[in-house]
C-alpha cells in the first residue's frame, strides 16, 4: 500500500515546492498592491524559455544557471515599470486588465520566437540525476525541491522580519498611505517585491522543467493559477501561508492523480475510474471551497472594508 | 430596488436616434445584400458571421464587467455550456451513432429544432450561472475573477471525462449539427437559391443584444450602475446587492451560452478543449478596447479583432517580399505580437478605448459631456 502511494506522494512534495516559489511571487505582490499579478505565471514560463535559449547558446552551467534568474528578475521589474506603475492610480480593474494584456503578450512573444514548438529543457547534471528511496525511483530534483524550497522561504522571512527593506514591505502591505506618508519610497519596495518574485520564480521553473523536460508558451499558465490558489489557501500576503498551501495542493493533486492506481492496488475499485480528470479542476475546487468557509486562509489576517 | 420614474415622456426620435436606426438598418441591409452578390467564399463573411458571434459575447461580458463592475473571467465556461448543450440537442438522430462512435449512439436520443437549442444553450448556461452564482458572487474583485475562471477550467475538464462520454461524447468531437451554412435556401440540385448564413446570425446577434440594451436601460440596468459605481451606497440607498448581481450573471451567461451556441454553429464542430482561458481573455480583450461600459464600443471592436485576426493581419505570419527586399520579423505568430502591443498599447493610453462609455448615438449629438481624454474617436 504505502510502496504504492510514495511516489505519487514524493511528486506531490516536489510539486508543491515548485509551487511555493511560484506563489510567493503572489502573495508578495497582492501583499503590497491588492493585484492578482496574471503575468507572474508567465514570468516563470519565460525563464524557463530563457534557460532553454540560453544553454542552447553554449553558455556553461554555473554561469547559465545565475544568468537566467537575473534576466528573470529584470523581467519581473521591467513589467512593473511598463505595465503597473503608470496605472498606480487607476482603477483596480484596469491594473488587473493589464496584468492579463502582459501575460497574454508574454505567451504570444514565446510563440512567435519558438514558433509555437515544445522546447526541450537542458538537463541539469546533478538534478536530473536518479535516485531509489525504497522501491521508488525518482529524480534528485525531487528531492531537492523541498529541501532548497524551505532554505529560501526561510531566507525570505528572515529578510521580511529582520531588514530595513523588510520592514518597510511590512509598512506598505499594511497600509499603503500611511507608509507613503513616513517616508517610505514605495516605488523602491514595489520594485524589489517584484524582483523577488521573479527571481523565486526563476528557481522553481529550473526544479519544474527539470522534472518535465519540455516547455511551451502555455506552460506558465497551469502551475501559475495553482500557485495562486495555494496563496489563497495560505492566506494571502503571508509568505508562510503560501508555502504550505502550496505543499498541500502540490501533494493533494499528485495522489488525485495516482488515485486509479492506488484504488485498484488497494481492492476498493475494480476498473479506472478517470479520477486523473479532477486533479486539475480540485484545485480550483478548493479555491471556491476556501473563499467561501475562510476567505481569510489559513494565515490571512483580516481586512475590514472601509467605505 | 429603484422604481422606474413616475413620470417617463414617451421619448421623441431626435435625429441622433433616426441617424442611429438609419445606420443599423444599412449594416443589415448590406450584410444580407453583399452575400447574394459576392462569392460565398470570401473571408467576408467569415469575419462577419464570426465577429456577430463575438460581438454578442464582448456585449455579455460588458453587461458584467463594464455595467455591474463584477469582474468575471467565466465567459469561456459558460460559452462552452451553450456550445455543448447546443450541439447535443441538436444533432439529428440519424447521424448520432456516427458522431458517438465510442459511446453507442450517446444518451440523447432526439433533436431539437435549432432555435428551441439555441434558447435551451442559453438557459442551461443560465443554470450553472444561478449554481455557481450563489456561492461565488459573495466574494470581492479580483477574487471573483479568479474564482469564475477556475469554474471555467473545472467545466472544460468535467466535459472531457469519458465517464459521461454518452452525452459530451468524451474529448472527442461533437458535430453534423445545423450550422450557418444549413440557413441557405437551396433548390433540389444543392444550388444556393437565396444565402442567409450571414444574415441569420447577424439577426440573432442583434435581438440579443437589443435585449441587454433595454436591459441595461431599465431600472435594473440603473440598479447595475450603482452598484458598480459604489456597492455600499447602492446598498443604503435600498438596492438588493445579491439579488441584482445574480440577475446580471445569469443574463450574461445566457447570452455567453447563446454566444457559444453561434460560435458551435460557426465553426461547424464542437470540442472542449478548445474553450480555454486564453478564449476568455480574448473576450475581455475586446471589450477593453471597444470601452468598458459601451455596448457599440464592445460590438465595433468584435468586428475590428476579428477581422484584424482573421483577415488583415494574417500577412504577418508569411514572410513577405517587397521586390527583393524581404521583410524582417514576419514570420508564424508575429501577428499576435503584434496583437498584443496594440493591446498594451490600449490598456496603458488609451483607457477609454475606442468609445469610452459613449454609444452610436452620442456620437451624433452635441459634444457637451465629452471632454474627456477618451474622446480621441469620433
Known sequence: ?307 | MIQAQPTIKPKKLDAATIITIAIIGVVYLLAFVLEQVMPATSMLFTVLKKGATYALVAVSMNLLNGFTGLFSLGQAGFMLIGSYAFAILTIPVAQRLSVYQYYDGGLVQFSLPWLVAIVLAGLFAALFAFLIGLPVLRLKSDYLAIATLGFAEIIRAIFQWDKIGTLTNGSNLLRLFPTFADFNVRDESGQVLVYWSTFVPFVIAGVCIAFILMLINSSYGRAFKAIRDDETAAEAMGINLAKHKMIAFCTSSFFAGVGGAMLAMYANSVQAKSFTTAMTYEILLIVVIGGIGSVTGSVMSAFLFVASSEWWLRFLDQEQMIGAWKVPLLRNGFRLVVFSLIIMAVVLFFRQGIMGSRELPDLFRKRHKLAGKGARKA
Do not use: W
Open chain 1, 1 to 307: 500500500m504505502f510502496d504504492t502511494v510514495l511516489p505519487y506522494l514524493l511528486s506531490g512534495i516536489s510539486v508543491g515546492g515548485q509551487y511555493a516559489l511560484i506563489a510567493i511571487g503572489y502573495t508578495m505582490v497582492y501583499g503590497i498592491l491588492r493585484l492578482i499579478n496574471f503575468a507572474h505565471g508567465d514570468v516563470f514560463m519565460v525563464a524557463g524559455i530563457l534557460m532553454v535559449y540560453i544553454s542552447a547558446s553554449g553558455i556553461p552551467l554555473y554561469l547559465s544557471i545565475p544568468l537566467v534568474l537575473i534576466i528573470t528578475a529584470g523581467v519581473g521589474f521591467a513589467i512593473e515599470r511598463v505595465a503597473y506603475k503608470p496605472l498606480r492610480s487607476a482603477p483596480r480593474m484596469s491594473i488587473m486588465i493589464s496584468a492579463i494584456g502582459v501575460s497574454y503578450t508574454l505567451q504570444n512573444l514565446v510563440l512567435y520566437v519558438t514558433g509555437g514548438l515544445n522546447q526541450f529543457y537542458p538537463s541539469i547534471p546533478f538534478i536530473s540525476q536518479s535516485v531509489t528511496i525504497g522501491a521508488t525511483s525518482t529524480r534528485m530534483v525531487t528531492l531537492i525541491t523541498p529541501v532548497l524550497t524551505l532554505v529560501l522561504v526561510i531566507a525570505l522571512v528572515l529578510l521580511i522580519n529582520h531588514t530595513k527593506i523588510g520592514m518597510a514591505m511590512r509598512a506598505v502591505s499594511k497600509d499603503f498611505e500611511t507608509s507613503r506618508l513616513m517616508g517610505i519610497k514605495i516605488d523602491n519596495v514595489i520594485t524589489v517585491t517584484f524582483v523577488i518574485g521573479s527571481f523565486l520564480a526563476g528557481v522553481g521553473s529550473i526544479l519544474y522543467f527539470t522534472n518535465y523536460s519540455t516547455v511551451i508558451q502555455t506552460s506558465g499558465a497551469m502551475p501559475g493559477l495553482k500557485a495562486f490558489v495555494a496563496a489563497v489557501f495560505g492566506g494571502i500576503g503571508s509568505v508562510p501561508g503560501a508555502v504550505v498551501g502550496a505543499f498541500i495542493i502540490g501533494i493533494c493533486e499528485n495522489l488525485l492523480k495516482g488515485m486509479d492506481t492506488i484504488l485498484i492496488k488497494a481492492g476498493l475499485s475494480k476498473s479506472m475510474l478517470g479520477i486523473t480528470t479532477f486533479s486539475d479542476a480540485f484545485t480550483f475546487a478548493l479555491l471556491i471551497v476556501i473563499l467561501i468557509v475562510k476567505p481569510t486562509g489559513l494565515f490571512g489576517e483580516k481586512q475590514t472594508e472601509k467605505v
